[in-house]
């Protein structure tokens, strides 16, 4: 039982961490995006 209870624990520190990697990498994707496909587009039309 405490053997068990120890792997749940584990597997919720896991996936805890691996979500916030998820985050972290959906963020800078999204960053990575605009910055290469919006910001452009926005500074092609101003001039």
Same mark, same amino acid.
């Given at each position: 039982t405490i053997y068990l209870n120890f792997n749940r624990s584990k597997l919720i520190r896991t996936i805890s961490?691996?979500?916030? %990697? #998820? #985050? &972290?990498?959906f963020f800078t994707a999204m960053f990575t995006f605009?910055?290469? %496909?919006?910001?452009?587009? &926005?500074v092609t039309d101003n001039n």
């Open positions: 961490i691996t979500k916030q %990697f #998820i #985050i &972290i990498y605009i910055h290469l %496909f919006i910001y452009p587009i &926005i």
